[in-house]
């Protein structure tokens, strides 16, 4: 078929699709362009939570907007949020299962992030169970161990640094990715390990690559021709093939008296089920893309919390020196951090409180979907509607959060010291799509942020620039690359 054609029934496709009519008592949001939807007025704007909060202004906390032939609503502000994710979830917890760029990275709708229904509850369900057993349970796997095991080699990394400026982000990232491995794998690597490294470059290839390839989402036929889009369903089949070549490492040494890591529990909970015929048994292609769920929603997000942590230590010295002060006096320098120290340290709990709001790590959730025709103040919420949850907008908000641009770790102290608790406070979302690493992401950024914090001063090094305090617009929102000087004290 000749490029011409191609590009015919392209347009032509996309026409139909966009110029359809428009269903009745939608919430109100701007008409948009036949073809193209909003895309360009969206465009427009450097960060996606600019253009949402400005149409917002507009058209209220519930609107919405077509980008391409999809159809998306976005809830802002605590009280939609809660109304659709909590009061109305039987209707608002789904993923957009249809899209193309989805499949490919949910191998066709499995796993935990990507799936919907029975698939998706299965996979949440045991995923929480195997968490919960290696969290608190099993002495063995016992996470905070292995946290703390972890916190040691990336104080060593920092070590050997000796006093010369360098960017934390990649041994941070290459730490926390480390608990991911000994988490689902069994194993941690040292931080320039050629297989790992490799691994988590097509990680990092499949985040850098779906925004381009975004576009299928919304113009799904464009799948056919888009180059992006094939550069992410040939690293996506890297990592899945990855997943079988550790799962079949796993079946050779497999007992079922030693469950050592994710993957030994799910291949326990396979047997088991072809053993008692259940009616939806969890195979082989769940679990490989449960295991590249952990990898996608649990390294980068975690990394980012503490790579931030740090500039705004080095930026704040103040607070760095308050920080300083409650470590020697509750913990000490000579032994580790335990998560039990928590309760001591109110003021560290408060600051990364502040920044797990002041970062905005992931200010638009993941998509959800709504899986029946359903209403939501008065609006018609057709089946299949793409549903953001504009998080930022609650994490921002004046209301709660007088001058929320201002970093003010106080916010979360109540006047005698002690933790002041927000339902606002909606960094890893709410309701049955809740971040399901939230309990995990706390251990980690208290633990390694403590062990940094008792080993070393930070400041930026002489004649290097103040970081950059925008940040860069991905999956996240990351701080761009900076330069740090760690002092051992
Ligand atoms: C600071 C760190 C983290 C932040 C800010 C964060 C935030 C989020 C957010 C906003 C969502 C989407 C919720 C929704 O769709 O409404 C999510 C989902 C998810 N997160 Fe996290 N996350 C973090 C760390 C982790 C970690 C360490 C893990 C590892 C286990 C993890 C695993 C997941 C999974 C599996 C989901 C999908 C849940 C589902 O669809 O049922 N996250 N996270």
Redesign the pocket.
Known sequence: MSVYLIALILILSAWYLTTRKRPKNLPPGPKGLPLVGSVLTMRKFEYLHDGLEQLRREYGDVFSLRLGCRLFVVLNGYEAIREA?IGKSEFFSDRPGMLSMWQAVTNNGKG??GSSGAT?KKS?KF?QGV?RQFGITTRKANLEHRIQEESRYLVEEFDKKKDKPFEPEPLITGAVANI?CSLVFGQRYAYDDAEITKFLGLVDGVVHVSLKAAAVDVIPIVRHVSAPYKELVSYMTQIFNFCKGKIDEHRQSFDPDDIRDFIDAYLKEVESAKETDAEQPLTDADMEAAIK??FF??IE??AI?LTWSLIYMITRPEIQARIHDDIDRVIGRSRQPRLSDEEELPYITATMMEI?RIAT??PT??P?CVSADTELRGYHIPKETIVL?H?RSVLYDPKIWPEPEKFEPERFLNEDGTIKKFDEHV???V?N??????H??KM??FLFFTSLMQQFSFRIPDNYPAPDMKPLFGVGLKPKSYYIHAERR
């Not at 799509?433 to 939230?438: K, P, Q, V, W």
């Open positions: 994710f935990i992030v998706w949440r995923a968490l991911i769920d952990f929603a649990g997000t975690t919390a797990l790590i992931s959730a993941a959800h949850p998080l960094p890893f979302s309701g799509r809740i971040c399901l690493g939230e995990l992401a980690e950024f």
